[in-house]
């Protein structure tokens, strides 16, 4: 697997295999108890794969597969690579908190600009938040290379599942 240079915080991958979707979430499935490196869930036609909690970190990513049929004996799987949800929903929130902050600072600015008022602060907490915002995205990226080594060995583990069905 290799990730491009792109602003990707939650890279994604997609590839045919030949089995049935069936077959490939029942290898996953006795996988879940022959090994103990890894935490496999599955629901439906989904596949979790994250790291047992002892293992994990703030920014350890999980493996989210949906494999769905494509006709005979044949599946497509769609991966993405992804932070706990529980840190990427805390991501989203601080990001929507900010855009809403800025816009709410904007109409603030442009209201004294419009009344001849002093609008040094209102300026001010604008552009604080842009200088956020670009926090908040440099923190994912430091967070997604710092989880780049994982990411490797969940796309490992799943090669090794899958090996034998990858066209």
Do not use: C
């Not at 350890?60 to 990427?88: C, M, R, Y």
């Not at 600015?109 to 907490?125: A, C, E, G, R, V």
């Amino acid at each position: 697997m290799t990730l491009s240079n792109k602003i990707v915080l939650r890279p994604r991958f997609k590839f045919e295999v030949q089995q049935s979707n069936e077959t490939i979430l029942k290898e996953f499935e006795q996988f879940k108890t022959t090994q103990t490196d890894f935490v496999l869930s599955r629901i439906d036609d989904h596949v979790f794969i994250k790291f047992p909690k002892k293992d994990q970190h703030f920014w350890s990513p999980q493996l989210h597969l949906e494999i769905n049929e494509d006709g005979e004996n044949k599946a497509i799987v769609n991966g993405l690579f992804g932070p706990n949800p529980t840190v990427w929903t805390l991501f989203m929130f601080l990001h929507f908190i900010v855009a809403g902050l800025f816009f709410g600072f904007g109409i603030w600015t442009y209201t004294n600009i419009t009344l001849n008022n002093n609008y040094t602060i209102q300026l001010f907490l604008t552009f604080l938040m842009i200088i956020i915002w670009f926090v908040l995205y440099f923190a994912g990226r430091i967070g997604r290379s710092k989880g780049m080594q994982e990411m490797h060995q969940l796309n490992d583990f799943m090669n090794t599942i899958l090996k034998a069905h990858r066209v």
